[in-house]
């Protein structure tokens, strides 16, 4: 923790399959079993008729691009991200998944050239080369001491916490959940002997005891909590009630101190509940999209890299800071002032209805509530 307090980084959904995946020194097969698209390498050409050549093969710290600086810039204690791609070599595609996300495990020094605390798994693609793809990306990360979330090898290694320290007598705990309306079977849910994720169908009052009774199960004195959700639809910027009360209830009855959502394809609202951050949708941190046409009033290739600081104490937001990024050449890159704008007022906008804004400054956003 530094003087002030603990300062997390956060980032939405990481896709680092398919075309990233195949710009890596290490590309995995190209083949696709999409309706559209049955080659990774289209991906590829999509972005460079897009924005211009892509060096072949990469660096690994390539796809972080500017976001390295930034990283340095803030230096956060902890980083972590929602990592939506199986990490194998596994070639049991699931047949009733039209999209399949993949990166070959010897290109997960991607992960590492961004020093990554912490990979949520409890997502609608991390199963999408089935079992065997995900007990790989386990073992994968696992090596590369990279802590989990929100996945394991049976159900109850999938409801444990990543537990990161968070300075000195400090512990951080990471809760990862992924619900039913984020796309992700019920078949995926762990098993009590075999591999899945932490499944929730709903945002009933049953789903929020079984979070409430996980944190109590493990939580210390003194812990901070993050609870990670990848629930919701790809596009739109409604917010269901129901996601709002279930975060509501996760901070008053659960106790976190953070709701890290993701699923959307874009950045959604920001609010503050009683001191504690609540992030409805954190956008793609890293996508393969250039190109690809529909949607583009969303503008999902503007995203965030989400800073927030906590009282390491009192357990409530410090401030929140919002880098603005774009993605561009398969890697992330400062968006102009415009974009940046164009974020700002989407931000205000829709944080409107939770009372928080933003103010710009120094090329980031700061959150007003």
Known sequence: MTGKGLKLFLGGDLMTGRGIDQILPHPSPPDLYERWVQHAEDYVTLAVRRNGPIPRPVPFHYIWGDALAELERQRPQLRLVNLETSVTRSARYQPDKGIHYRMNPANVPCLTAAAIDCCVLANNHVLDWGEDGLVETLDVLERSSIAVAGAGRSAEAASQPAILAAGPAGRLLVFAFGLASSGIPATW??????????????????????????????????????????????????IPPEHV?????????????????????????????????????????????????????FRSELTFMYFPMLDPTKGSLLELVLTPMQIRRL???????????????????????????????????????
């Not at 509501?248 to 709701?259: S, W, Y």
């Not at 954190?282 to 529909?294: H, W």
């Open 245 to 297: 009360e279930f975060a509501h209830r996760l901070v008053d009855e659960a106790g976190a101190n953070v709701v890290h959502g993701h699923s959307s394809h874009h950045p959604m609202a920001v609010e503050v509940y009683r001191g504690r951050p609540v992030l409805y949708g954190c956008g793609d941190l890293l996508n393969d999209y250039e190109g690809i046409r529909g949607y583009e009033a």
């Open 331 to 369: 890697r992330l890159e400062h968006c102009s002032e415009e974009d940046a704008r164009w974020l700002a007022e989407r931000m205000r906008e829709q944080g409107s209805r939770f009372g928080t804004g933003v103010r710009e400054r120094g090329g980031r956003l700061h959150l007003e509530w």
């Open 189 to 238: 849910a762990a098993k009590h002997e075999g591999p899945g994720i932490n499944h929730l169908p709903d945002c009933s009052t049953a789903g929020a005891e079984r979070v409430v009774a996980a944190v109590n199960a493990h939580r210390r004195e003194g812990d901070l909590v993050l609870v990670s959700i990848h629930w919701g639809g790809n596009w739109g910027y409604d």
